[in-house]
């Protein structure tokens, strides 16, 4: 089994090393010679992961053409925004019948595409051969080989299956599953809800508001699900929940790629919200804040004044 990861930011070098802990031979694209150099031949990507020795088993190129052969998984880890330019120049580069993966938390502006659709638009790409990974995974975390779980997920079992044993490893623990839609959504959605978590510890809100507001994003999450199809149940597990308790302040947020895909997302969320007729409150006053500069005193208020609710209604 051999795995080209395509996109060597701190995700991309984390998840090419685990693959390579799980005895998965793998080959890192990196578009800038010198990024490849330091994690080929000095163990260390010094603009991701400053200080963190990688596995010496990993290899590193500049050449998507030699990253990509006779590749039988191909991940990719680029910015959302990205992904559709990027596949358009490796399509003809692919090999036939790679399992193709998103590592990808975000939603296409414009578009309003996930990622997994980019993909089998671009490429042609039969759906059972497009999978995605979600979850927890906090890549300075597990580039120090600290215990997580994530969720595989792909339409069809076989390709799941490939996966979790391409990338399981001792500190990596994969769970399948063939709901891709609740685990992009999941995704994609929950750093936008840490980001409104993230404002109200920033005003010094404690513990029962931090509570309410990954509880109600958590509905948020499973509401927008299961207008576009996902299966509910998904949004209780490591692809909904998932890290969505850690919350951070927009500042923070904006200095991470990963979490600043859920910024680039707030729109083209809620543009898929409003189309489905779902009531996302928190994704509206997380796009105000970061979109239109709504200072989060006004946010806070607006969250607090709307009316009450049951618990659990539909879109």
Known sequence: ??????????????????????????????RRPAQAKAIGELHENPDYL????LTSSLDATADAAAALDGAD????????????????????????????????KGIELGTRR????????????????????????????????QITGTVVACVSDEGALALQGACHASYFRPYTNTDVIGCELGGAVKNIIAIVVG????????????????????????RLGSAL???????????????LGRGMSVAEASALSQ?????????????????????????????AVLRDGLPVEEAASMLASRSAKPEWYGP
């Open 73 to 104: 998984i191909v991940a990719f880890a680029v910015p959302a925004q990205s992904l559709r330019a990027n596949l358009s120049g490796w399509a003809p580069l692919i090999p036939p019948g790679a399992l193709l993966v998103s590592l990808i």
């Open 50 to 53: 400053p200080g963190i020795t």
């Open 1 to 30: 089994m051999r795995a080209a990861v395509m996109g060597a930011g701190s995700w991309g070098t984390t998840f090419a090393q685990v693959l390579c802990d799980a005895g998965t031979s793998t080959v890192l694209y990196s």
């Open 229 to 243: 199809g996902a299966q509910a149940q998904t949004f209780a597990g490591l692809a909904g929940m998932g890290d």
């Open 114 to 145: 996930r990622m997994s659709q980019v993909i089998i638009e671009e490429l042609d790409a039969d759906p059972a051969q497009v999978a995605v990974v979600s979850g927890p995974n906090l890549a300075a975390e597990i580039v120090r080989r």
């Open 199 to 222: 404002i109200a510890v920033a005003m010094g809100q404690g513990d029962n508001t931090r509570a309410l507001l990954i509880t109600r994003g958590l509905a948020e999450m499973a």
């Open 259 to 287: 979490t600043a895909e859920g910024v680039a997302s707030c729109g083209p969320v809620l543009e898929l919200a409003r189309s489905h007729g779902v009531e996302m409150p928190m994704t509206e006053v997380a796009a």
